[in-house]
């Protein structure tokens, strides 16, 4: 498929994933014309970057994973363990933006009149 498919299958623009490539989280192959082909785990790569991104990861770490989670039935121990103290660093950074995410809506919910 070409970019504008794969923008329109993601609701991910055709720049971004140009940068996405740039950023080697993305490999699609090149027809003779220059225009890049993507395949359909290309889509499922694109919904990850998404989700990892608004976690908060940045792009370097996010091209260190995908590599290692191509397959969602892996489990990323066995193919990159390199990449688990990391990881569980930036798991506990995320629980700590959740419960501080928590703590912010239950004062909201008291300013407002809601129960907690």
């Known amino acids: 498929m070409r970019i504008g498919e794969l923008s329109r299958r993601t609701g991910v623009s055709p720049r971004a994933l140009r940068y996405y490539e740039e950023q080697g989280l993305l490999t699609p192959a090149r027809r003779p014309s220059g225009y890049r082909e993507y395949e359909e785990r290309d889509v499922t790569t694109v919904r990850r970057v998404q ?56 004062i909201l919910d008291s300013l407002v009149g809601r129960p907690l």
Not at 56 to 84: F, K, M, N, Q, W
Not at 98 to 106: H, S, T
């Open 51 to 106: 989700v990892l991104l608004s976690a908060g990861l940045g792009t370097s770490v996010i091209a260190e994973i995908v590599p290692c989670a191509d397959d969602p039935d892996v489990v990323l121990a066995g193919r990159c363990p390199e990449l688990l103290d990391g990881l569980a660093q930036e798991r506990a950074r995320i629980t700590a933006a959740i419960d501080d995410l928590a703590a912010a809506r239950d």
